[in-house]
């Protein structure tokens, strides 16, 4: 069974690496300058060439005046990792910065979330009648869009960093409760029989029993809100600007920097599959396989 898992690992990362190869040359090959007979590069004629000099575009150099080129984006990229921690001002930081602070809201806000959406999911799931009496206000507030909370926000607390941290524990805290609530109310009824039986403490029941067995649930609502805590700040940075990846967005979007629009992107991407790998990695740790 290993050796087949092995297998197959290996040839989903070949074709995995195929997929990418496809990507890569689809892009090679949209963005490669063309030259037509009677026009000039790319086959503009000389007005268009002349018009597009004025809008700041490179013409004749063998550079795309439009989407990045594939060379545009390596030395992007490259500049970018070569100096991840440079700080020359506001507006301009490192990228390792920027995600530094990004992260921070997150680890912050998702921390906030923790600690009051397991402990309550917990008294919610040990009891059907709290489950019943609070599930109208989890089904009200659990679709609300977590943007939407964003001018409350501004206006209670006068502060955008500490409204950037508040969405992400609003947006964060309803997965959790809800996951937290469902696992340990499906808990095998034989093992808290067993536990009554032997006269267990509610704590101890609570710790030895309930807790092992729904972990993996809670596990996978954290997950689900690491996820959408990751997505929500870049939209929130977005709105309360200064420092973190989704300002850097904004801001190189109103510099005009496709290439650097484009970088942010793909490292919103890679750190958001680092953290699911990383939950994906203490859900398997926590469940138990007969």
């Not at 197959?8 to 949209?30: D, N, P």
């Not at 808290?192 to 972990?215: D, G, H, M, Y």
């Not at 997505?231 to 496709?258: D, H, Q, R």
Request: proline share 5%; hydrophobic share 55%; glycine share 10%.
């Amino acid at each position: 069974m290993a050796t087949l898992f092995r297998s197959l690992g290996f040839r989903a990362g070949v074709v995995s690496a195929l997929i990418l190869l496809l990507v890569l040359a689809i892009w090679y090959a949209a963005t490669a300058p063309t030259v037509a007979a009677g026009g000039g590069a790319s086959g503009l004629t000389p007005e268009q060439i002349e018009y597009a000099k004025m809008m700041g575009k490179e013409v004749g150099t063998g550079k795309s005046g439009g989407f990045p080129t594939l060379t545009q984006m390596g030395s992007t990229v490259w500049g970018h990792l070569a100096n991840p921690f440079y700080d020359n001002g506001p507006n301009d930081k490192g990228i390792a910065i920027q995600l530094a602070h990004s992260l921070l809201r997150v680890g912050l806000g998702f921390g906030l979330a923790c600690l009051v959406a397991i402990p309550l999911g917990f008294v919610i799931g040990m009891s059907p009648l709290l489950r019943r009496a609070f599930d109208p206000f989890i089904q009200v507030l659990k679709p609300i869009s977590p943007l939407a909370w964003m001018p409350l926000a501004l206006y209670t607390i006068k502060d955008s960093s500490i409204s950037g941290i508040f969405v992400i524990f609003i947006c964060s805290v309803w997965p959790m409760l809800v996951n937290t609530a469902f696992g340990v109310a499906s808990v095998k009824r034989e093992w808290l029989n067993v536990a009554s039986t032997l006269e267990v403490t509610p704590l101890r029941k609570a710790f030895q029993v309930i807790l092992p067995a729904a972990a993996p649930t809670i596990l996978t609502g954290m997950r689900i809100s690491m996820g959408i805590a990751w997505l929500v700040i870049v939209a929130a940075e977005m709105l309360v600007g200064g420092t973190g990846i989704g300002y850097f967005v904004w801001n190189e979007w109103n510099n005009l920097s496709l290439t650097n629009v484009i970088f942010a992107i793909l490292v919103i991407g890679v750190v958001g599959m680092l953290l699911d790998l990383a939950f994906g990695q203490l859900q398997k740790a926590v469940t138990y396989v007969e």
